[in-house]
């Protein structure tokens, strides 16, 4: 992958007016890009009926589901306010997946009424639902391949251990509960994890999958998830898309033949539509020296931005207010009341306070993984489209930190 070292101008906008405009920090997103990574995506595959399920906890502005929305995209959703958010963004229910993980069942009865497509991932569940529904509302059923994939083993989620799907060790019996209540499964679906890099772990799942699909007749679509790998650093290795594509298509279209139906292809990508659209624009409020490290303490931390902290994830930094500076080594550290290091050791053109620095990779699992934690706000988020950075949602003030508490006499 190539990082834009020199260029600051997204669509013809300058970051920095944009964080003069807006203030800091803000979340600053990129639709060009979101497009251009849709469209590369359903270029990759041919001669199958593909549907892409954008994996919305990636990224939850409702504007971001509505642009992938008018490109033609469903959503995946994992919780019932993900859903009532994708409701009000326009998508119709039956565009967008429901696929929870230890809900309560009562949860998934709200989604029923909605008439969104249930995916199921445990056999209690699957039994609750056959009892409550029968053959009346079509599932699909989360699977879990066991396959070792992702790039750290918090998003690794095919493990025998993992909390996710059911094995497919269990089939036999998953049979006999659908059997039992006549439960019409209308689609299979794996999703084994982050950061995959290669497409034969694809192609495993996938023969995986298609040899249980066998057993089931009802079938209309397969969903291989996701875990897309993305470049986060200079020189990263990505998934290969094209050639995901083109393998996956072919053996898709086999299976198809053999199962006498053409179904429809699902993929729910996260992190692949978003990730590389977002720009966190954050301003150094001191430079530290200590005995051994130079600090650059930012007006933000593991508040807004929790992948360096939760998993050591690489988050690229440019200093846009010094472009042509005299690089020195910095680490960039948070406000927060704790180690929140978001850069480590970095070559910066030379940070002085003040100064705006980009942290890339900011539209996947940013502001959607933000708190409100030592009491700050969450930042604003803009949205640049059509050449013209819009706000898209505002920053918050103290009113949204005390709205919900209740002072009671003590
Ligand atoms: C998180 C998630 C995704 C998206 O993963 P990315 O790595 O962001 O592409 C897809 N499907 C399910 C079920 C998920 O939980």
Same mark, same amino acid.
């Given at each position: 992958?190539?990082?834009?070292?020199?260029?600051?101008?997204?669509?013809?906008?300058?970051?920095?007016?944009?964080?003069?405009?807006?203030?800091?920090?803000?979340?600053?997103?990129?639709?060009?890009?979101?497009?251009?990574?849709?469209?590369?995506?359903?270029?990759?595959?041919?001669?199958?009926?593909?549907?892409?399920?954008?994996?919305?906890?990636?990224?939850? #502005?409702? #504007?971001?589901?509505?642009?992938?929305?008018?490109?033609?995209?469903?959503?995946?959703?994992?919780?019932?306010?993900?859903?009532?958010?994708?409701?009000? @963004?326009?998508?119709?229910?039956?565009?967008?997946?429901?696929?929870?993980?230890?809900?309560?069942?009562?949860?998934?009865?709200?989604?029923?009424?909605?008439?969104?497509?249930?995916?199921?991932?445990?056999?209690?569940?699957?039994?609750?639902?056959?009892?409550?529904?029968?053959?009346?509302?079509?599932?699909?059923?989360?699977?879990?391949?066991?396959?070792?994939?992702?790039?750290?083993?918090?998003?690794?989620?095919?493990?025998?251990?993992?909390?996710?799907?059911?094995?497919?060790?269990?089939?036999?019996?998953?049979?006999?509960?659908?059997?039992?209540?006549?439960?019409?499964?209308?689609?299979?679906?794996?999703?084994?994890?982050?950061?995959?890099?290669?497409?034969?772990?694809?192609?495993?799942?996938?023969?995986?999958?298609?040899?249980?699909?066998?057993?089931?007749?009802?079938?209309?679509?397969?969903?291989?998830?996701?875990?897309?790998?993305?470049?986060?650093?200079?020189?990263?290795?990505?998934?290969?898309?094209?050639?995901?594509?083109?393998?996956?298509?072919?053996?898709?279209?086999?299976?198809?033949?053999?199962?006498?139906?053409?179904?429809?292809?699902?993929?729910?990508?996260?992190?692949?539509?978003?990730?590389?659209?977002?720009?966190?624009?954050?301003?150094?409020?001191?430079?530290?020296?200590?005995?051994?490290?130079?600090?650059?303490?930012?007006?933000?931390?593991?508040?807004?931005?929790?992948?360096?902290?939760?998993?050591? @994830?690489?988050?690229?930094?440019?200093?846009?207010? #010094?472009? #042509?500076?005299?690089?020195?080594?910095?680490?960039?550290?948070?406000?927060?009341?704790?180690?929140?290091?978001?850069?480590?050791?970095?070559?910066?053109?030379?940070?002085?306070?003040?100064?705006?620095?980009?942290?890339?990779?900011?539209?996947?699992?940013?502001?959607?993984?933000?708190?409100?934690?030592?009491?700050?706000?969450?930042?604003?988020?803009?949205?640049?489209?059509?050449?013209?950075?819009?706000?898209?949602?505002?920053?918050?003030?103290?009113?949204?930190?005390?709205?919900?508490?209740?002072?009671?006499?003590?």
């Amino acid at each position: 992958m190539e990082l834009q070292e020199t260029s600051y101008q997204i669509q013809g906008v300058d970051l920095l007016k944009v964080a003069e405009e807006f203030g800091s920090p803000v979340y600053v997103y990129d639709a060009d890009k979101i497009v251009k990574q849709y469209k590369r995506l359903t270029d990759a595959f041919k001669g199958v009926d593909l549907k892409i399920k954008y994996a919305c906890k990636a990224l939850t #502005n409702i #504007n971001i589901l509505k642009l992938l929305r008018s490109q033609g995209s469903g959503l995946d959703t994992v919780s019932i306010q993900e859903v009532k958010l994708g409701l009000e @963004a326009g998508f119709e229910p039956h565009e967008i997946l429901y696929t929870p993980n230890c809900v309560s069942f009562e949860e998934i009865k709200k989604a029923v009424e909605i008439g969104v497509q249930i995916n199921i991932d445990n056999i209690s569940i699957l039994e609750q639902f056959g009892d409550a529904y029968g053959s009346d509302i079509p599932v699909c059923i989360r699977l879990n391949p066991h396959i070792l994939a992702g790039g750290h083993s918090h998003i690794s989620v095919g493990h025998i251990d993992s909390k996710f799907g059911i094995s497919i060790h269990q089939v036999p019996h998953l049979l006999r509960v659908v059997n039992t209540y006549g439960i019409k499964v209308n689609g299979l679906h794996m999703h084994t994890g982050s950061d995959i890099l290669d497409a034969q772990v694809f192609l495993i799942g996938a023969e995986l999958l298609f040899n249980v699909a066998r057993e089931f007749k009802d079938l209309e679509f397969m969903d291989f998830g996701s875990g897309f790998k993305v470049g986060y650093r200079q020189g990263d290795v990505t998934t290969d898309i094209e050639d995901l594509g083109k393998q996956i298509s072919e053996k898709f279209s086999q299976f198809c033949e053999e199962y006498g139906r053409e179904l429809e292809l699902w993929f729910e990508p996260g992190k692949f539509l978003v990730s590389e659209s977002g720009y966190f624009l954050v301003r150094s409020n001191v430079i530290k020296q200590t005995t051994s490290t130079v600090f650059v303490g930012v007006d933000s931390g593991q508040n807004h931005l929790l992948r360096p902290k939760m998993y050591d @994830a690489y988050h690229h930094i440019t200093n846009l207010s #010094n472009p #042509n500076g005299t690089k020195r080594i910095y680490s960039v550290v948070g406000y927060i009341c704790e180690t929140d290091t978001l850069g480590y050791d970095r070559q910066l053109n030379e940070v002085r306070e003040g100064d705006i620095l980009a942290i890339h990779n900011a539209g996947a699992y940013a502001i959607s993984m933000s708190s409100n934690y030592n009491s700050r706000y969450r930042p604003a988020e803009v949205l640049i489209h059509k050449g013209k950075a819009q706000l898209i949602r505002k920053r918050e003030s103290f009113d949204d930190l005390i709205r919900n508490q209740i002072s009671v006499e003590i």
